[in-house]
Nanobody, 123 residues
Framework: QVQLKESGGGLVQAGGSLRLSCAAS????????MGWFRQAPGKEREFVAG????????SDADSVKGRFTISRDNAKNTVYLQMNSLKPEDTAVYFC????????????????WGQGTQVTVSS
């Protein structure tokens, strides 16, 4: 079992930055590929970024390329999402997820989920 806990969300003005953290607990947490997803009101949950278990490969959705960066510190069992140049359309609940395989852009392929953290970007 892997437990995930997100933090770092909040209210920020357009153009600002936030760093989300996802703390993982469980015996094999550092052996999982990790992903960040987001869900805005009335919309489907969408992939934001993913990272392999040793951080050697990452992927980002087109909508966040050049603005968001995913990283991980396996010594701390923590995954980060650095979000820069935030836009109002980035407003959503952000979730981290763990997968016992390579990263995927498909939410249904992830095994464990956190509760989410709200990010609100004002214009």
């Amino acid at each position: 079992q892997v437990q995930l806990k997100e933090s770092g969300g909040g209210l920020v003005q357009a153009g600002g930055s936030l760093r989300l953290s996802c703390a993982a607990s469980g015996r094999t947490a550092s052996t999982y590929a990790m992903g960040w997803f987001r869900q805005a009101p009335g919309k489907e949950r969408e992939f934001v970024a993913g990272i392999s278990l040793i951080g050697s490969s990452t992927s980002d959705a087109d909508s966040v390329k050049g603005r968001f960066t995913i990283s991980r510190d396996n010594a701390k069992n923590t995954v980060y999402l650095q979000m820069n140049s935030l836009k109002p359309e980035d407003t959503a609940v952000y979730f981290c997820a763990a997968r016992n395989s390579i990263p995927s852009t498909k939410s249904y392929e992830y095994d464990y989920w956190g509760q989410g953290t709200q990010v609100t970007v004002s214009s």
